[in-house]
């Protein structure tokens, strides 16, 4: 037991002089800090989903974390997005994904993102009035520019597919678009 | 080091991307509707009776200001109107089930007064539907009608009688001849009384009962069937029509007030849109045929119902009466604008002020113990009106003496042969009937059976 303790302890420090090291590196780029940011904005169904539900608001949260000091990242989503229609049908579904992130090396002050990642998707839809996880894949990107060093504030663009067709018998997935306004920001605590 | 970070990374990705996923067709289901609905304009589920003609019977005891006799004396040259509408308009909003928004999709449709039209002749129109929530108990259906309009209506000025113009109304973004009903539809004259009035709509929508309920297990197709009694059962009503200080007379037809009587000076013709709904399973049906009395009307009632029969056959007029007119207190309207006709709408305002206040209050009591007063007898009355039923299989028999009742789902059925009733009357007589008992079964169904006979 006190062993684990020790190896966890030591772990950590590692990883802590780890992130030191790289914090020097940081100082000129704030963008590879880790991030923490929310999103709200449009969130739509498309292709065939677009006949069976509206267009709503939704939003979500993520977290990224700069692989060293390459131009990806790694990505974690959870989102909440309520899709209504003007009959029976309606929709919840909250995407919980991994990404990679990939920044596109060109020198100026925006920055534009490139995205892909999978996960799963709790679905909840009516008139079946049944839930469960489905697969999904998301691509999309994003561009932004920063706020002093703390913050970026981006705009958002991103296509989720949740996944069916696995399903003996079915014959469509579900589409949909996500657009919104992001603001992240950088948590670098050495700093 | 990098490669490898990245090949965890996939790694977990898939984990997460196909464990423990679901078994249902999420989006295959909301897009793909099991259900359809099927308007009927009918009494009967298939084969009704044909239209009958106009007869002086159809004017009903409401048109008392310009008699129809001496609207056509006045005004020889107006050919057409002892005859029947050519054509009823129906603007149907959307449909709901227990309240569920399962069919928002509005439909205009124009039925032609035949015998061949969809709405009359048994088959019905479709409406675009959704599915409805799984495994959830339904009992009933709303309706919601926007218009439904009859044509061959007219406006004569008060004074002399005179044909003033054909009534007109926007249907379907344009103006049509026709008089829309459904503003007149919505109370009856009871619930212009009742505290619930600004609560009560009886045509926004049309509570259609669903006997037996509906569970959809989505396992099958279903068709719900919706009958409005319509065809064979319209009058002619007379109506004032005030706007400013202009005054007409206006005559049209609507529904039968078969249900709800309708009398002269009644602002309101509502309650009078009964309707009735099933459903079934079109995989999952048969048919009942044999040989009965030529003309006569066969009716199958599920056998769970029986003891409530009494419910089937109170439709005559004679079982339940409308409570005395001399009870019921009207505000004035001013009859002329003469010095003479101001007096006469004065004491009349007194007389009804003076009135008015005692008589709501009897109206709206819960606690009233006096059998024989106008509150109990009114709603005694308006209790068994709302219990009525239709059956949910009814046909008429041809005139050499068959008959076919389609589409029947499984059950016990209790089949009773009902004597030919005369225009705008519901067949009555089911406690002397001829009466045969059928069991169709989900068995014989499935090995092929497609006909069960049975004669009376």
Request: contains cysteine; proline residues 5%; aromatic residues 12%.
């Given at each position: 037991?006190?062993?684990?303790?020790?190896?966890?302890?030591?772990?950590?420090?590692?990883?802590?002089?780890?992130?030191?090291?790289?914090?020097?590196?940081?100082?000129?780029?704030?963008?590879?800090?880790?991030q923490?940011?929310?999103?709200?904005?449009?969130?739509?169904?498309?292709?065939?989903?677009?006949?069976?539900?509206?267009?709503?608001?939704?939003?979500?949260?993520?977290?990224?974390?700069?692989?060293?000091?390459?131009?990806?990242?790694?990505?974690?989503d959870?989102?909440?997005?309520?899709y209504?229609?003007?009959?029976?049908?309606?929709?919840?579904?909250?995407?919980?994904?991994?990404?990679?992130?990939?920044?596109?090396?060109?020198?100026?002050?925006?920055?534009?993102n490139?995205?892909?990642?999978?996960?799963?998707?709790?679905?909840?839809?009516?008139?079946?009035?049944?839930?469960?996880?489905?697969?999904?894949?998301?691509?999309?990107?994003?561009?932004?520019?920063?706020?002093?060093?703390?913050?970026?504030l981006?705009?958002?663009?991103?296509?989720?597919?949740?996944?069916?067709?696995?399903?003996?018998?079915?014959?469509?997935?579900?589409?949909?678009?996500?657009?919104?306004?992001?603001?992240?920001?950088?948590?670098?605590?050495?700093? | 080091?990098?490669?490898?970070?990245?090949?965890?990374?996939?790694?977990?990705?898939?984990?997460?991307?196909?464990?423990?996923?679901?078994?249902?067709?999420?989006?295959?289901?909301?897009?793909?509707?099991?259900?359809?609905?099927?308007?009927?304009?009918?009494?009967?589920?298939?084969?009704?009776?044909?239209?009958?003609?106009?007869?002086?019977?159809?004017?009903?005891?409401?048109?008392s200001?310009?008699?129809?006799n001496?609207?056509?004396?006045?005004?020889?040259?107006?050919?057409?109107?002892?005859?029947?509408?050519s054509?009823?308009?129906?603007?149907?909003?959307?449909?709901?089930?227990?309240?569920?928004?399962?069919?928002?999709?509005?439909?205009?449709?124009n039925?032609?007064?035949?015998?061949?039209?969809?709405?009359?002749?048994?088959?019905?129109?479709?409406?675009?539907?959704?599915?409805?929530?799984?495994?959830?108990?339904?009992?009933?259906?709303?309706?919601?009608?926007?218009?439904?309009?009859?044509?061959?209506?007219?406006?004569?000025t008060?004074?002399?009688?005179?044909?003033?113009?054909e009534?007109?109304?926007?249907?379907?973004?344009?103006?049509?001849?026709?008089?829309?009903?459904?503003?007149?539809?919505?109370?009856?004259?009871?619930?212009?009384?009742?505290?619930?009035?600004?609560?009560?709509?009886?045509?926004?929508?049309?509570?259609?009962?669903?006997?037996?309920?509906?569970?959809?297990?989505?396992?099958?197709?279903?068709?719900?069937?919706?009958?409005?009694?319509?065809?064979?059962?319209?009058?002619?009503?007379?109506?004032?029509?005030?706007?400013?200080?202009?005054?007409?007379?206006?005559?049209?037809?609507?529904?039968?007030?078969?249900?709800?009587?309708?009398?002269?000076?009644?602002?309101?013709?509502?309650?009078?849109?009964?309707s009735?709904a099933?459903?079934?399973?079109?995989?999952?049906v048969?048919?009942?045929?044999?040989?009965?009395a030529?003309?006569?009307?066969?009716?199958?009632?599920?056998?769970?119902?029986?003891?409530?029969?009494?419910?089937?056959?109170?439709?005559?007029?004679?079982?339940?009466?409308?409570?005395?007119?001399s009870?019921?207190?009207?505000?004035?309207?001013?009859?002329?604008?003469?010095?003479?006709?101001?007096?006469?709408?004065?004491?009349?305002?007194?007389?009804?002020?003076?009135?008015?206040?005692?008589?709501?209050?009897?109206?709206?009591?819960?606690?009233?113990?006096?059998?024989?007063?106008?509150?109990?007898?009114?709603?005694?009355?308006?209790?068994?009106?709302?219990?009525?039923?239709?059956?949910?299989?009814?046909?008429?028999?041809?005139?050499?003496?068959s008959?076919?009742?389609?589409?029947?789902?499984?059950?016990?059925?209790v089949?009773?042969e009902?004597?030919?009733?005369?225009?705008?009357?519901?067949?009555t007589?089911?406690?002397?009937?001829?009466?045969?008992?059928?069991?169709?079964?989900?068995?014989?169904?499935?090995?092929?059976?497609?006909?069960?006979?049975?004669?009376?």
């Amino acid at each position: 037991m006190k062993r684990n303790l020790f190896v966890y302890m030591s772990a950590l420090l590692l990883l802590l002089a780890v992130m030191n090291g790289e914090a020097e590196a940081r100082q000129l780029d704030p963008a590879k800090s880790p991030q923490l940011g929310i999103w709200f904005g449009p969130v739509a169904p498309i292709y065939t989903t677009r006949k069976t539900v509206d267009t709503n608001l939704g939003g979500g949260l993520y977290a990224r974390y700069n692989i060293f000091q390459t131009q990806f990242k790694l990505g974690a989503d959870v989102s909440y997005q309520k899709y209504k229609s003007r009959g029976v049908n309606s929709l919840r579904i909250i995407p919980v994904y991994g990404s990679v992130i990939y920044r596109l090396p060109i020198k100026m002050l925006l920055f534009f993102n490139l995205k892909a990642g999978a996960g799963q998707a709790h679905v909840k839809a009516m008139p079946l009035n049944k839930s469960q996880w489905d697969p999904c894949f998301t691509g999309g990107g994003e561009v932004g520019f920063p706020v002093g060093s703390m913050a970026n504030l981006c705009l958002r663009v991103e296509y989720l597919m949740v996944y069916e067709k696995y399903i003996s018998g079915a014959k469509r997935n579900g589409h949909f678009l996500n657009t919104g306004l992001s603001v992240n920001f950088n948590m670098d605590m050495f700093r | 080091m990098k490669r490898k970070g990245l090949n965890i990374f996939g790694v977990i990705l898939l984990v997460v991307g196909y464990a423990s996923c679901g078994d249902q067709a999420i989006f295959d289901d909301m897009a793909d509707s099991n259900i359809s609905i099927v308007l009927k304009g009918t009494y009967e589920s298939n084969n009704p009776k044909n239209w009958g003609v106009f007869s002086p019977d159809m004017n009903d005891d409401t048109i008392s200001i310009l008699p129809s006799n001496y609207v056509k004396s006045v005004n020889p040259s107006m050919t057409g109107y002892d005859s029947l509408p050519s054509v009823f308009r129906l603007d149907v909003a959307e449909v709901r089930i227990n309240g569920d928004k399962f069919a928002n999709y509005r439909k205009t449709y124009n039925a032609p007064i035949t015998d061949i039209d969809p709405l009359f002749n048994g088959v019905g129109i479709p409406l675009k539907c959704d599915s409805v929530v799984r495994d959830k108990h339904y009992s009933k259906i709303e309706l919601y009608t926007r218009k439904m309009i009859f044509d061959n209506a007219q406006s004569f000025t008060p004074e002399s009688g005179v044909f003033e113009k054909e009534i007109t109304t926007v249907f379907d973004e344009e103006y049509r001849p026709g008089y829309d009903i459904n503003p007149d539809q919505i109370f009856t004259l009871y619930d212009t009384l009742r505290e619930e009035k600004s609560s009560t709509n009886r045509i926004f929508p049309v509570d259609v009962a669903l006997p037996g309920g509906f569970v959809y297990d989505g396992s099958a197709r279903y068709v719900i069937e919706i009958r409005m009694v319509i065809k064979n059962f319209l009058r002619r009503y007379e109506k004032v029509y005030v706007n400013g200080n202009k005054y007409r007379i206006y005559h049209f037809f609507g529904l039968s007030d078969w249900v709800h009587d309708v009398r002269q000076h009644d602002d309101f013709i509502g309650g009078n849109c009964f309707s009735v709904a099933r459903v079934y399973s079109p995989d999952l049906v048969t048919t009942i045929s044999g040989d009965c009395a030529a003309n006569s009307y066969i009716v199958a009632i599920p056998a769970s119902d029986v003891p409530n029969l009494s419910l089937y056959y109170d439709f005559d007029d004679t079982i339940i009466d409308r409570p005395d007119d001399s009870y019921i207190p009207r505000q004035p309207s001013l009859p002329s604008k003469h010095i003479s006709g101001y007096l006469e709408y004065y004491v009349d305002m007194e007389k009804y002020d003076d009135f008015y206040g005692d008589y709501v209050l009897n109206v709206n009591k819960d606690d009233d113990l006096d059998t024989t007063s106008y509150h109990n007898v009114w709603d005694a009355y308006n209790d068994r009106r709302k219990d009525l039923r239709i059956p949910p299989l009814a046909t008429q028999a041809n005139a050499l003496g068959s008959y076919i009742l389609t589409n029947v789902p499984p059950g016990e059925y209790v089949m009773y042969e009902l004597a030919n009733p005369v225009w705008g009357k519901l067949p009555t007589g089911y406690s002397t009937a001829t009466v045969r008992n059928v069991t169709v079964t989900e068995a014989d169904i499935r090995s092929g059976v497609t006909t069960y006979d049975v004669d009376f």
